[in-house]
């Protein structure tokens, strides 16, 4: 008879598998992201809500979690399988909102923790709607689990009644995909008007992929085609490779629409047995926590180095949006370089006030121009650098993610930004000039606003502002003037770099944000080579 191992070493394995399931993240719109979240979303689910908690206490009761479409009668099984109205059935869809756990008053206090469905709040007692004094002020009712007991039910099982996996409530949806994968039995239902449907047909083949305890129920079939309408759908069992899976009939009746949701005890006997069986019988019941455990845990073979195939493709696209940035922010602050070195500065009103200097234009209307016309040359590479990473972001599927989309979070353009760095750039010059001029004498000293305004034009000039490098000499010595332009210089790269970077990270910001690193990657793949070790 084969037993669980649940040895610490095997769980620590699995504790520590599951926190880098939890850390991997795909932001990024690509192809595979939305699989990839879905498997992370439902390997976390299993982990959680079943794995983890069956290796801990492999004698907590049989979880046996009846799924399947919109009106196939889920409910009205599970009230039959009880002997008592417990959960809602009806005509209207969707009738079960609310899952229903079902246990024998015994085992109540397995369920009365977190110890499965950590994330659901527990509501005990009679059937009320999870809209009333039962939920917590802006709790979700989506959210609920609402707990009976009842007698009839043999300790050791438990049966869940989940939402339809069709409903047209997308919070119905996951919770019931949830609810699944909490499950030592699946019990799929179906009916011989939907059985060929693609949404039961889904969780039956991930359910062989996952090879779990599998139970179908094929529900209110019609007496006279009875024989034929069980012949085919064993046939698609066959044919999809569940032919060995149990399979169980329950004829159409009155009851099952006009019954207040509870057939004859008759009509669900063969399902009860076996249910009851499983978990009563020593060998079945480890036979089917082992099959469904092991079966989760094999599946980590081809679904972890799934999710970090993902995790690497998320990061190689994150790195292609960075290198375009890069590329782009590099090659215009090169070129920016080129243009104050070829004196783009000294042009339009700076020009004019250069020309006008000193006798029509004092040294601040100078410097004033000047800090406009480096602050529009800037501007003018940012916009450059931008438009540059917008066209190559255009043929990255990646930079579609809505994060993405915004250029600029702060309230503040950057044309406002720029000018406030290149006015931080002239004071600390002025600065500079009056140090130099402190060690002059005070009489033959000129202004400092002067000695900025001939430092600022020789720099950013040139070949125009080679005279104003001549005027600076004159008024304060050839090698005090030298010195002052080479500090000056270096002032000039260092803002200009500054303000590129500046942008650039701006522009990155976004994307850092999103986390995408390439640690995960490696990190599925090692605690998925630790888990098999320990197996």
């Not at 449907?197 to 359910?207: E, F, Q, S």
């Not at 995408?516 to 599925?524: K, S, Y």
Request: charged residues 25%; aromatic residues 4%; glycine residues 6%.
């Amino acid at each position: 008879m084969v037993t669980l191992d649940v040895r610490p070493q095997l769980l620590d394995a699995l504790s520590a598998l599951r926190d880098r399931v939890a850390a991997a993240r795909f932001p990024l719109p690509l192809a595979g992201a939305p699989r990839a979240r879905a498997n992370r979303d439902e390997l976390l689910a299993q982990l959680d809500d079943y794995l983890v908690p069956r290796l801990k206490e492999p004698e907590a009761p049989l979880l046996a979690v009846v799924g399947g479409s919109t009106g196939a009668g889920k409910s009205t099984l599970v009230n039959s399988l009880v002997g008592r109205r417990v959960s809602e059935a009806g005509v209207l869809r969707p009738t079960t909102r609310t899952p229903v756990l079902v246990c024998h008053p015994e085992d109540q206090h397995w369920f009365s923790g977190m110890r499965v469905l950590p994330d659901l709040t527990r509501v005990w007692g009679p059937q009320r709607e999870p809209t009333d004094d039962l939920l917590l002020p802006g709790e979700n009712p989506a959210r609920v689990l609402r707990i009976e007991t009842a007698d009839t039910l043999p300790p050791g099982l438990a049966l869940l009644d989940a939402p339809d996996i069709d409903s047209l409530v997308s919070d119905n949806r996951i919770l019931a995909a949830e609810l699944i994968c909490a499950a030592d039995i699946w019990v799929m239902v179906t009916t011989a008007a939907r059985y060929a449907d693609a949404v039961p047909w889904h969780l039956l083949r991930t359910a062989k992929e996952y090879d779990v305890t599998l139970v179908t129920v094929l529900d209110r079939v019609p007496h006279q085609v009875a024989t034929e309408v069980s012949r085919q759908y064993g046939a698609l069992l066959t044919k999809a490779g569940l032919g060995h899976v149990p399979r169980f009939t329950v004829p159409e009746l009155p009851e099952s629409v006009w019954g207040g949701g509870l057939l004859p005890g008759s009509a669900v006997a063969q399902l009860r047995t076996w249910l009851v069986h499983q978990a009563q019988d020593a060998a079945a019941r480890q036979h089917v926590m082992a099959r469904t455990a092991y079966g989760v845990l094999e599946s980590l073979k081809s679904r972890m180095p799934e999710l970090a195939s993902a995790a690497a493709a998320q990061h190689a696209a994150a790195m292609r949006l960075t290198a375009a940035v890069d590329s782009a922010y590099d090659s215009e602050n090169t070129r920016v370089r080129g243009r104050l070195q070829a004196g783009a500065v000294l042009a339009g009103d700076a020009l004019k006030r250069w020309r006008a200097f000193p006798l029509d234009c004092t040294a601040g209307e100078l410097l004033d121009a000047l800090v406009e016309s480096l602050s529009a040359v800037l501007l003018c590479a940012v916009t450059a650098a931008d438009e540059r990473v917008n066209d190559a972001w255009r043929r990255e599927p990646a930079a579609a993610a809505p994060e993405l989309a915004d250029r600029d979070c702060a309230p503040e353009s950057a044309e406002h930004r720029i000018e406030l760095a290149v006015r931080r750039w002239r004071r600390e010059l002025e600065e500079y000039a009056e140090e130099e001029m402190r060690e002059l004498d005070r009489s033959l000293a000129p202004d400092p606003e002067t000695v900025a305004a001939l430092v600022a034009t020789a720099l950013l000039g040139g070949r125009r502002g080679r005279t104003a490098g001549e005027g600076l000499a004159e008024r304060i010595g050839a090698h005090r003037a030298l010195r002052l332009r080479e500090r000056a210089g270096r002032l000039l790269v260092e803002h200009v770099d500054r303000v590129m970077h500046a942008e650039r990270e701006r522009r990155l910001a976004p994307l850092d944000a999103l986390e995408v690193h390439p640690e995960p990657q490696a990190e599925l793949i090692a605690a998925l080579s630790v888990l098999q070790k320990e197996r």
